[in-house]
């Protein structure tokens, strides 16, 4: 026969705190709700007082600071300390997340509102040749922004992804992939005024300082992505599971086509996902495509003669050197801000489609 031992009675104090009284789901959001109208009200009145405006951003953070305070002590009475602190928390990162969209909201705001005006058929039709004052388009800054971010992916993706597959299935921790490594660090902090330099130099070299062309603005934003490939790429290696890859040397299968058909199949979702951060973060680059593509108002299809525009530069003109009427200029330079957002959202979109038709399939 087995004794069985009965809890103490601070045991079953205990147990009773954590389990007895529970708020009702809808008390967090009566709670904030609660909050916004007192801080409200206390912010009218103090605008009203002292003759001033409203104060939207003051409101806020009161409301926050006044629900975090209103939620952690009426949990804590009702559900005990360990709930209270959950909310606490869980409030402390509804409200950090709600502060981190703030400005990713603003501008899109900004940015939708002010481009819709400079929206037209004539916008995507035309150039700038010859046009001063109303009229003219950003074709020939779409144009070339895409054969630029074109000629720099083709550039800086097989040499990331190389570089990825030796510092993980080759370099082994060596002298070279330690080098190898640091020099990628150190090009993930660059600023790009730095690469729009290199790239200018570089081409000085064999066409002479005056050369502006497309190429150059490529060679440029592949300084750029090629660190952000190579580490989005040797973090998606590194998730691969080595008994995948000793699966298939165990199979007689040489190191190369393992590399090929198991790893980078397995994380060709993540590389996708990786290869379009970088391109994210190059396309809208300013300052090194107006050191070597320059700003251009015409039509150029090739990358190896002559200026290329692009849509950052073509913002940047049309805002800096705002003519008659000046109201042209700003709804170009703000359409143009929006057509670039709205090609990156395409970008996007379309590696979630490639990442998901590709990505290896679980399950039997």
Known sequence: MTATIAPSPSAKRQAQRLTSG????????????????????????VAVSAGAAFNPGGWAVVTGALYLVLITVISRIVEGGRKATDRLVTGVVAIAFAIAMVPLVSVAITVVSNGVAGISAEFFSHSMRNVVGEGGGALHAITGTLL??????????????????????????????????????????IPSIVAGLFAFALFALF??????????GAVALSVLMIPVV????????????????????ALGVPK???????????SIAGITTGVMLSIARVIGETA????????????????????????????????????????AYVDR?????????????????????IAKVFAPKTGR
């Open 22 to 45: 529970r708020l009702p789901g809808w008390a967090p959001w009566a709670l904030l709700g609660g909050s916004a109208v007192v801080s409200a009200l206390l912010f009218a009145l």
């Open 148 to 189: 630029i971010t074109l000629a720099a992916a083709i550039i800086s993706i097989p040499i990331g992804i190389f570089t990825a597959i030796y510092l993980i299935e080759y370099g082994n921790g060596n002298r070279i992939a330690r080098g190898i490594t640091f020099l990628v660090d150190v090009m993930t902090g």
């Open 207 to 216: 066409f002479g300082p005056g050369a502006r062309m497309g190429i150059m």
């Open 230 to 249: 190579v580490r989005s790429t040797e973090e998606m290696l590194r998730l691969v599971p080595n008994e995948l890859r000793e699966a298939a040397y």
């Open 256 to 266: 190369w086509r393992t590399i090929a058909k198991v790893v980078l199949p397995t």
């Open 288 to 327: 090194p495509l107006l050191i070597t593509a320059g700003v251009a108002t015409s039509m150029n299809y090739n990358l190896f003669e002559g200026r290329m525009a692009s849509l950052p530069v073509f913002v940047y003109s049309q805002y800096m050197n705002q003519g008659i009427p000046a109201s």
């Open 333 to 353: 330079a703000w359409a143009g801000a929006l057509v670039l957002i709205l090609i990156v959202m395409v970008l996007n979109l379309v590696a979630r489609i």
